[in-house]
């Protein structure tokens, strides 16, 4: 990763040169979408990975693309600008490790087909930072499985944008009437969101009721509840400290 990060700051952020960027070509309507694919990234690539690999750049959300419970070495990243993208197009066969990634700009209707797909599939999520492949997707929850676990008064929400704020979650749960105290937005130890958050109802029968919402979106992403306890909330605030 040193030879991803350690020029970024040198001569990154250039005069845009439409001339210089991969995909120059495109069409207007794939230019207007702010995002990237990412094809040939390492096995053992995580988001954190990507997030070096980007360095500087905000990253709204980045979807590593799984097929069959295995990792493709494809991923999507979506950016909050325009000029962002364009900055990030730079990048087109720089190195990750060993492997140079192609980046190439992407129709909004492929990455939302991806998500549909990640949803379908079960929809894994990485909460920890950690250098190994994707495990294998654990089997589809349906509605009857998550009907049928035992409920205590907090919710799991999983798959949320990175960018995804304590307001946005109170707004998706409007009709709850919950406050910032309810909720806990999962980071890491160094401070970047999980894409994980819990959130804590008056009673258990009110946060099983609050599952109606499951994968329904916040910004761009479907997002997956699961019932979940006070032990594990307080775990992950844990973690966040550390």
């Not at 991923?75 to 087109?92: C, D, I, K, S």
């Not at 949803?119 to 049928?148: L, M, N």
């Not at 509840?225 to 966040?240: I, K, M, V």
């Amino acid at each position: 990763m040193g030879s991803n990060t350690g020029g970024a700051s040198g001569g990154f952020y250039q005069p845009f040169n439409s001339s210089n960027l991969a995909g120059a070509g495109a069409s207007t309507g794939i230019q207007n979408f702010p995002g990237v694919r990412l094809r040939g990234l390492p096995f053992d690539c995580n988001d954190i990975d990507i997030c070096k690999f980007f360095v500087g750049l905000d990253i709204v959300d980045c979807l590593l693309v799984n097929k069959n419970g295995r990792f493709t070495g494809e991923a999507f990243v979506v950016f909050p600008t325009a000029m962002q993208t364009e900055f990030a197009l730079h990048r087109n066969r720089q190195n990750m490790g060993r492997r140079y990634v192609e980046v190439f700009r992407c129709k909004k209707q492929e990455y939302y087909s991806a998500i549909a797909n990640e949803v379908s599939q079960g929809g894994y999520f990485e909460s920890e930072c950690r250098r190994s492949s994707p495990p294998p997707r654990p089997p589809k929850k349906t509605a009857e499985d998550k009907g049928s676990m035992e409920y205590t008064e907090v919710l799991k929400l999983r798959g949320l944008p990175y960018s995804a704020t304590t307001e946005d979650i109170i707004k998706f749960f409007l009709e709850y009437e919950l406050t910032e105290e309810n909720v806990h937005i999962a980071i890491r130890s160094d401070g970047k969101a999980t894409g994980e958050a819990f959130v804590e109802f008056p009673t258990a029968e009110v946060a099983k009721t609050a599952m109606c919402k499951d994968k329904m979106t916040i910004g761009t992403r479907y997002v997956e509840l699961f019932p979940s306890t006070p032990e594990e909330a307080s775990r992950a605030r844990t973690r966040g400290r550390h």
